[in-house]
C-alpha cells in the first residue's frame, strides 16, 4: 500500500535536488588551490613590477606548489618565474621553467622567447635559433624572435670561425713543437725529465719528452726557440753562489761562446763584487751532474751548444744553468771541498 504524502514527496525532492548539487560542484579544494595559485601569481607579477625578482620567484614557486589542475595557470606561473630568473642572471633555472612551461602549453609564445633568450645568454647558440624557429612558426613576425635568431646566428658563425682559427694555431703550434723536439734529438741535447712515481727518469733522446712540457715558458718568461735559419736560442741562467746573485740571458744563441756574454756582462763590475775579482778574464764555468752528484768545468771559450752536448749535462726546466766562480778565490775553494771536480784538462 503506497501512501501519499506531500510533506515526503517535498523532503524527497530536497534531497534529491541537494544531492545533484554536490555531485556536480567541483571540490572546494579544488577551488581553493585555483584561486590561491591565482594570488600568488598576481602577488609575483607585482614584485616582479617593483623588480624585486627574488620576491617574484618566490611567489610564483609559491604558486606552483598548489599544483592546481588549471594547466594554463601552470604554465603562466612557469613562464612568468622563468623571466624573473631571467632578470637574475639564473638562466639555466629559467631555462628548465621555460622547458616546463612548454610541456604544460607547447604554443606558449612568451615561454619560447625566454628560452631562445636564455639559450642564447648560455652560449648555446644552435638552440636559441631552434627555439626561434619553432616560435615564429606561431608567430612568423614576432619581433623579439626574429632579433633572437639573428643575433644567434651571427655569434655561431663567429664561434665556429674562432674555433677554426684556433685549431690553425694549435697545429701550427705542434708543428713548432715538433720541428724543436727533431732539432735537440738532432744535437744530442739531453733533458730532464719530471720524476715518475716508481723511479727518477733521465732521458738520453727524446722519445719521451712531452711536448706540452718542455715546450712551456720558464719561469722567467722565456723558452728555447728554433729560427728560420735552423739555429737555437736558449734561456741561460747565470749563478754567482758566493754572492748568491743570478743574471738571465733571454736570448742565448748556441753557437755564441759564453766569453762574448762575459765580455758584455762584466765590463763593469756588479756592485755586488765589493773585491772588485769577478773580471771576464778571472771567471771560471761549471754545472752541476746532480745525478751523480759531480761538478764539470766548461771552458769559456767553448760555445753553448758544446756545453750543452756534453755527454753528463742535461738541461732541467727548458733553461741552461752554469756556476760562475773567481778563480782561485778562497770562496772557489771552500765550495768544491768534499765535491767531485772535473777540471779542464
Not at 43 to 57: D, R, S
Not at 64 to 79: G, I, S
Not at 87 to 97: Q, V
Not at 318 to 339: C, D, Q
Request: aromatic share 12%; glycine share 6%; charged share 30%.
Amino acid at each position: 500500500m503506497i501512501i501519499c504524502c506531500p510533506v515526503l514527496y517535498v523532503l524527497y525532492l530536497y534531497f534529491k535536488d541537494f544531492k545533484l548539487f554536490y555531485c556536480c560542484k567541483p571540490p572546494r579544494a579544488a577551488l581553493q588551490d585555483g584561486a590561491q595559485a591565482k594570488t600568488y601569481k598576481n602577488e609575483g607579477n607585482y614584485y616582479f613590477q617593483e623588480k624585486n625578482y627574488e620576491k617574484a620567484v618566490i611567489s610564483y614557486s609559491e604558486g606552483l606548489k598548489k599544483k592546481c589542475n588549471d594547466a594554463d595557470l601552470n604554465a603562466v606561473l612557469c613562464t612568468n618565474r622563468a623571466v624573473a630568473q631571467f632578470y637574475l642572471g639564473n638562466y639555466r633555472s629559467a631555462l628548465s621553467d621555460a622547458i616546463t612551461a612548454r610541456k604544460l602549453k607547447p604554443n606558449h609564445l612568451k615561454a619560447i622567447i625566454r628560452g631562445a633568450l636564455c639559450h642564447l645568454e648560455l652560449g648555446h647558440f644552435p638552440e636559441a635559433i631552434v627555439w626561434c624557429e619553432e616560435g615564429l612558426r606561431i608567430d612568423s613576425k614576432e619581433k623579439k624572435l626574429l632579433e633572437t635568431r639573428n643575433k644567434a646566428d651571427r655569434l655561431k658563425r663567429a664561434e665556429q670561425r674562432d674555433s677554426r682559427k684556433a685549431k690553425l694555431v694549435e697545429r701550427k703550434e705542434q708543428s713548432q713543437k715538433e720541428a724543436l723536439l727533431k732539432a735537440l734529438k738532432g744535437r744530442n741535447i739531453q733533458l730532464s725529465l719530471e720524476p715518475s712515481k716508481e723511479e727518477d727518469e733521465v732521458s738520453d733522446g727524446l722519445a719521451e719528452l712531452s711536448l706540452d712540457g718542455f715546450g712551456s715558458c720558464s719561469a722567467y718568461g722565456a723558452k728555447v726557440c728554433l729560427d728560420e735559419n735552423g739555429h737555437l736560442t736558449w734561456p741561460v741562467l747565470f749563478l754567482y753562489p758566493e754572492y748568491g746573485q743570478t743574471d738571465f740571458i733571454a736570448a742565448f744563441h748556441e753557437e755564441s761562446r759564453f766569453m762574448d756574454h762575459l765580455m758584455v756582462m762584466f765590463s763593469e763590475l756588479p756592485p755586488w763584487d765589493l773585491e772588485r775579482k769577478y773580471h771576464p778574464g778571472d771567471l771560471e764555468l761549471y754545472f752541476e751532474d746532480e745525478e751523480r752528484e759531480g761538478t764539470y768545468q766548461v771552458n769559456p771559450e767553448a760555445t753553448l751548444l758544446q756545453a750543452l752536448q756534453h755527454q753528463r749535462y742535461f738541461v732541467n726546466a727548458g733553461t741552461p744553468a752554469f756556476l760562475v766562480l773567481a778563480k782561485h778565490s778562497p770562496f772557489s775553494k771552500n765550495y768544491f771541498h768534499g765535491k767531485k771536480l772535473h777540471r779542464l784538462k
